[in-house]
């Protein structure tokens, strides 16, 4: 996973004394972020000599005390993108309250809830995408050199948080290109861009030689190896798969809603265009470039997507500020944004369903849950795994449904974890992961998308299949009835 493959370079650093952590496959912002939190514990480390300090600070980076922490920070930066995209959403001249909304799509998200608590380069890769899209609207509003630098700055920041990142460059870039003495203001931002990512991967100049191994190494593992149960083909498999998550889920839960707020958004993005050219270039290229850059690729995983988020949520601040403006009474005016905010907050009940749902760990709570679940779809006929069996005989009550044998059965209920092998295989792309409603939580924690994440190496939980899923798990004979 990625948080101990970082906190094991942090250690290796404290350790060591090497800030450069000649290890180029993760990104440096990541770890400089992770660094930076460890090094806030040096003061309590202090011990009589150096190597008593260096010691009681890495067992400190081992502790699930630093996991927390890091957790948290990470979440709040994470939580920060709303604040970006209100920025943006003002530089286009929405309203304050439609510019809330843009906020509100961003947190209103469970995908980004979720992905906000990992340690991990894309929730930071989007806080960044935020943070260039909100500086050059600026810049291309108020033509000023040093809010346009803040832009290539912050370009810089997503690279060094993601490679793909770079992408955002050519949005200060096409600011510099619209104002006087492009060539000028355009060597500017390069410098600034390039400033900003060496200042944080000293290691692209320090050491070149692994630099460009290690990029490669993940540029052959994204577009040629694959990622186990997450490769796909190259090119309408990949296109159709993002844009299913897009369309459907990375806004919402609720398939409708989800649409509705796309919808929503490409209606934003005709009215910008047809209000402001520059400004729809800059909302619309990098979404448009970087799926298509995506689906050139064999590794389909979702979190990648996180960029695109900050773009659909200005877009549609963008859509409901021009309906608002629309309607004269000022109280309708004003009721309009707070209708969409009030849409969105149909999906709260799932960050406390996520939340709660941490603390289900009873195994008889589970037993009753799984009875429960089985006897409201009565219509269907449960092969349990062998744990899921274990649990529902084991004292006291023993189990009180009926499970059928997998040739009979045309539903499935497993353990997290039990059919981890399952999912090493290349043979079925977008059987196994990366479709939706293929995985439902029976009992335990429901704190991650599963559709997505089916691997997931998190707690315990029960988790229900239909049959042609559960027959590429076991490699039983399931009913196809």
């Given at each position: 996973?990625?948080?101990?493959?970082?906190?094991?370079?942090?250690q290796?650093t404290i350790?060591s004394?090497e800030?450069?952590?000649?290890?180029?496959n993760?990104?440096?912002l990541t770890?400089?972020?992770?660094?930076i939190?460890a090094?806030t514990h040096?003061?309590?480390a202090?011990?009589?000599?150096?190597?008593?300090?260096?010691?009681?600070?890495?067992?400190?980076?081992d502790?699930t005390?630093?996991?927390?922490?890091l957790?948290?920070?990470f979440?709040?930066?994470?939580?920060?993108?709303?604040l970006?995209?209100?920025?943006a959403?003002?530089a286009?001249?929405?309203?304050?309250?439609?510019?809330?909304?843009?906020a509100?799509?961003v947190l209103a998200?469970?995908?980004?809830?979720?992905h906000?608590?990992?340690i991990a380069?894309?929730p930071?890769?989007m806080?960044?995408?935020?943070?260039?899209l909100?500086?050059?609207?600026?810049?291309a509003?108020?033509q000023?050199?040093p809010v346009?630098?803040?832009?290539?700055?912050c370009?810089?920041?997503?690279?060094?948080?993601?490679?793909p990142?770079?992408?955002?460059?050519l949005?200060?870039?096409?600011?510099?290109?619209?104002?006087?003495?492009f060539?000028?203001r355009?060597?500017c931002?390069?410098?600034?861009?390039?400033?900003?990512?060496?200042?944080?991967t000293?290691g692209?100049?320090?050491?070149?030689l692994?630099?460009?191994?290690?990029?490669?190494?993940?540029m052959?593992?994204y577009?040629?190896?694959g990622?186990?149960?997450?490769?796909v083909?190259?090119?309408w498999?990949?296109?159709?798969?993002m844009?299913?998550?897009?369309s459907?889920r990375?806004?919402?839960?609720f398939?409708a809603?989800?649409?509705l707020?796309i919808?929503?958004?490409l209606?934003g993005a005709?009215?910008?265009?047809?209000?402001d050219?520059?400004?729809?270039?800059?909302?619309?290229?990098?979404?448009?470039l970087?799926?298509?850059?995506?689906?050139?690729?064999?590794?389909?995983i979702?979190?990648?997507?996180?960029?695109?988020?900050?773009f659909?949520?200005?877009l549609?601040?963008?859509?409901?500020?021009?309906l608002?403006?629309?309607?004269?009474?000022?109280?309708a005016?004003?009721?309009i944004?707070?209708?969409?905010?009030a849409l969105?907050?149909?999906?709260?009940p799932?960050?406390?369903?996520?939340?709660?749902?941490l603390?289900d760990a009873?195994?008889?709570?589970?037993r009753k849950s799984?009875?429960?679940?089985i006897v409201?779809?009565s219509?269907?006929?449960f092969?349990?795994?062998?744990?899921?069996?274990?649990?529902?005989?084991?004292?006291?009550e023993?189990?009180?449904v009926?499970i059928?044998?997998?040739?009979s059965?045309d539903?499935?209920l497993?353990?997290?974890?039990?059919?981890?092998?399952?999912?090493t295989?290349?043979?079925?792309p977008?059987?196994?992961?990366?479709?939706?409603?293929?995985?439902?939580?029976?009992?335990g924690?429901?704190d991650?998308?599963?559709?997505?994440y089916?691997?997931?190496?998190?707690l315990?939980?029960v988790?229900?299949?239909d049959a042609?899923?559960?027959g590429?798990?076991?490699?039983?004979p399931?009913?196809?009835?």
């Amino acid at each position: 996973m990625d948080e101990e493959k970082l906190i094991f370079a942090i250690q290796k650093t404290i350790n060591s004394a090497e800030v450069i952590h000649g290890w180029y496959n993760y990104h440096s912002l990541t770890y400089l972020i992770c660094l930076i939190t460890a090094l806030t514990h040096f003061p309590a480390a202090s011990g009589a000599d150096w190597s008593e300090t260096v010691q009681k600070l890495s067992q400190y980076v081992d502790s699930t005390s630093f996991t927390h922490l890091l957790r948290a920070v990470f979440a709040v930066l994470t939580a920060s993108t709303a604040l970006f995209a209100v920025l943006a959403a003002r530089a286009v001249r929405a309203g304050s309250l439609s510019a809330a909304v843009s906020a509100a799509i961003v947190l209103a998200s469970f995908e980004v809830f979720y992905h906000a608590r990992w340690i991990a380069p894309d929730p930071l890769l989007m806080l960044a995408g935020a943070m260039t899209l909100a500086s050059a609207l600026w810049a291309a509003r108020d033509q000023r050199l040093p809010v346009l630098l803040l832009s290539a700055t912050c370009a810089g920041l997503a690279t060094a948080a993601k490679y793909p990142g770079g992408c955002l460059l050519l949005l200060p870039l096409i600011v510099a290109a619209r104002g006087p003495s492009f060539s000028s203001r355009a060597v500017c931002v390069l410098a600034a861009f390039i400033a900003t990512y060496l200042l944080v991967t000293p290691g692209t100049i320090v050491d070149p030689l692994r630099f460009v191994r290690d990029v490669h190494s993940e540029m052959e593992h994204y577009r040629s190896i694959g990622h186990d149960a997450y490769t796909v083909a190259a090119g309408w498999q990949h296109l159709s798969g993002m844009l299913d998550y897009l369309s459907f889920r990375l806004v919402s839960p609720f398939p409708a809603l989800s649409v509705l707020v796309i919808a929503t958004a490409l209606a934003g993005a005709a009215i910008i265009w047809r209000r402001d050219k520059r400004s729809a270039l800059l909302l619309t290229l990098i979404p448009l470039l970087y799926v298509a850059y995506m689906a050139t690729n064999r590794v389909m995983i979702i979190r990648n997507l996180l960029l695109i988020m900050p773009f659909i949520a200005v877009l549609v601040g963008v859509a409901v500020d021009a309906l608002a403006r629309l309607v004269r009474p000022g109280i309708a005016r004003t009721a309009i944004p707070l209708a969409v905010v009030a849409l969105l907050a149909l999906n709260w009940p799932s960050f406390f369903h996520a939340t709660t749902s941490l603390r289900d760990a009873d195994p008889e709570a589970w037993r009753k849950s799984i009875q429960a679940y089985i006897v409201v779809h009565s219509d269907r006929r449960f092969a349990a795994s062998p744990q899921v069996a274990a649990l529902l005989s084991s004292p006291p009550e023993g189990s009180s449904v009926s499970i059928h044998p997998p040739e009979s059965a045309d539903a499935y209920l497993f353990m997290l974890g039990e059919h981890a092998d399952a999912y090493t295989s290349q043979l079925f792309p977008r059987r196994l992961v990366n479709s939706r409603n293929l995985y439902r939580v029976v009992a335990g924690p429901d704190d991650v998308d599963l559709d997505y994440y089916a691997n997931w190496s998190g707690l315990k939980r029960v988790i229900a299949v239909d049959a042609p899923v559960a027959g590429l798990l076991t490699g039983l004979p399931f009913s196809d009835k």
